[in-house]
């Protein structure tokens, strides 16, 4: 069974433009969580997605912004990049439907996106 | 705020001996706790999660929560250079499934 999966690897911006990442969860989840690893500081919570609706926002500027399609996937905007957004983009998923504590509580990671912004 | 807090490292023990990680929360309507392993450059990978206060064991682990003294840890017994990395704590916080992290401590295992 595959994972949680990001698009792309990596990915070279330069200060004000747009940035897409991707991230598609693992057969079956609904929920798709986005964090923020920048060098040096912990996992920063972006996003929440669950069946379609955003649940929950992270305290990050509205530049940051996502959407979570019918097939679960999910895709993170950030517009007009700053240098400090240079980060790694973690992307993970879960199901929430379930009756079980911990398929509801468990996050499982993608590899994320590296993000730099030059 | 709610704040999950745990101290940076690196912290070094010697191949075989047990490691103890800790992590401290700020709000005590958390609900569940959980431990990540990241290695360098790669994606935090789940070691044990709890809810309940006490000790829960897998193998080597062994995660402890006090709800009243508001504290989490993990202790790896029989240290491996393998275990050295990055330990993230996490907890999700009553009314939400989304996880507030620590900083992470940096384990060194000395071979």
């Known amino acids: 069974e595959a994972g949680v999966t990001q698009s792309p690897t990596h990915l070279i911006k330069t200060r004000g433009q747009q940035a897409t990442l991707r991230c598609s969860p693992i057969s079956g989840h609904t929920s798709v969580y986005w964090y923020q690893q920048a060098l040096g500081l912990g996992l920063q919570f972006l996003l929440w997605?669950?069946?379609?609706?955003?649940?929950n926002r992270g305290n990050f500027p509205p530049r940051f912004s996502g959407r979570q399609f019918p097939n679960y996937s999910s895709e993170l905007n950030v517009n007009a990049l700053e240098l400090e957004d240079s980060a790694l983009y973690l992307c993970?998923?879960?199901?929430?439907?379930?009756?079980?504590?911990?398929?509801?509580?468990?996050?499982?990671f993608g590899a994320g996106t590296r993000l730099s912004v030059l | 705020q709610k704040e999950v807090e745990q101290n940076s490292g690196p912290l070094s023990v010697p191949e075989g001996a047990i490691a103890s990680l800790n992590c401290t929360y700020s709000?005590?309507?958390?609900?569940?706790f959980f431990w990540y392993r990241q290695y360098s450059g790669k994606s935090p990978e789940l070691i044990m999660s709890?809810?309940?206060?006490g000790d829960k064991e897998d193998g080597r682990f062994t995660a402890q929560l006090n709800k009243a003294s508001q504290y989490v840890s993990l202790l790896i017994r029989d240290s491996q250079p393998s275990d050295s990395a990055t330990y993230l704590c996490a907890g999700s916080f009553s009314g939400t499934y989304k996880y507030i992290f620590g900083t992470g401590t940096r384990l060194k295992v000395l071979a």
């Open positions: 709890i809810y309940s206060n």
């Open positions: 997605y669950d069946e379609g609706e955003e649940r």
């Open positions: 709000d005590r309507g958390s609900q569940s």
């Open positions: 993970a998923s879960s199901f929430l439907p379930s009756t079980s504590w911990l398929a509801k509580n468990i996050q499982y």
